[in-house]
C-alpha cells in the first residue's frame, strides 16, 4: 500500500484515497479520503476538494470526510494519484490548518 493509491472500500465499493505516510505502512489501519461521483458529493471547497478523473469519471476528494480504516477493509488497488500529489497534499494541509 502506498500514499496516493486509490482502493475499493471493501463493504460498499467508495473510492478511497490513501493519505497515510508510507514510513508507517507496519500500522494496520490507513488514513483515506473518499472520492465521491460530482453528483453525490457536497459543493467542492477551493483547494480542499480537487475534482479527479478516473476511467473517465469525475470526482470529487471529499476531505472534510477524512477517516481511519483498517487495511483488511480495502479491496483491490485501483489507481494511483501519485501524479496529483500537491493537489491531494494541499487538501489535507487546508484542511488540517486552514489554507
Known amino acids: ?9 471493501k463493504a460498499d465499493k467508495t473510492l478511497l484515497v490513501d493519505c497515510q505516510a508510507d514510513i508507517l505502512e507496519l500500522l494496520d489501519t490507513r488514513v483515506v479520503v473518499p472520492l465521491l461521483p460530482v453528483a453525490d458529493a457536497p459543493k467542492p471547497a477551493r483547494h480542499l476538494n480537487p475534482l479527479i478523473e478516473l476511467g473517465g469519471e469525475s470526482y470529487v476528494m471529499a476531505t472534510q470526510f477524512l477517516a481511519s480504516i483498517s487495511v483488511r477493509d480495502l479491496g483491490d488497488k485501483i489507481a494511483t494519484l501519485s501524479d496529483r500529489n500537491d493537489d491531494v497534499n494541499r487538501a489535507l494541509d487546508t484542511l488540517i490548518t486552514g489554507f
Do not use: S
Not at 1 to 9: G, N, Q, T
Open 1 to 9: 500500500m502506498a500514499k496516493y493509491d486509490v482502493y475499493y472500500a
